[in-house]
């Protein structure tokens, strides 16, 4: 079963850098779409970051444009934030589909991680 695990979130001061780590088992074929997603209180959950194993497709929210970078090692996907802001602070989803192509839609990934807590203070 696949199974996604988030790690590295945690209190950083504006303008500081965090490396997300979601640790990814279970996947059967390497046409897989994966990405970020965040919520923050009171907020609707939003895509940080998508990519697709199937196309090399990647794209960003402009909100994260030149600050966040995406990336994968073996079954491993990473979340490389810097320049953080204090309206970045939500919580962290790793999620997975096997879908061909990236999404930004939160509905067409049926597999999610539990979330990490990122907080950025003023």
């Known amino acids: 079963e696949v199974h996604l695990v988030e790690s590295g979130g945690g209190l950083v001061r504006t303008g500081g850098s965090l490396r997300l780590s979601c640790s990814a088992s279970g996947f059967t074929s390497d046409d897989w779409a994966l990405g970020w997603f965040r919520q923050a209180p009171w907020k609707e959950r939003e895509e940080v970051a998508c990519?697709?194993?199937?196309?090399?497709g990647t794209h960003y929210a402009e909100f994260v444009k030149g600050r966040f970078t995406i990336s994968r090692d073996r079954n491993t996907v990473y979340l490389q934030m810097n320049s953080l802001k204090p309206e970045d602070t939500a919580v962290y989803y790793c999620?997975?589909?096997?879908?061909?192509?990236?999404?930004?839609?939160?509905?067409?990934?049926?597999?999610w991680g539990q979330g990490t807590q990122v907080t950025v203070s003023s």
């Open positions: 999620v997975a589909d096997t879908t061909n192509f990236a999404s930004s839609v939160p509905d067409d990934y049926r597999y």
């Open positions: 990519f697709s194993i199937y196309d090399r």
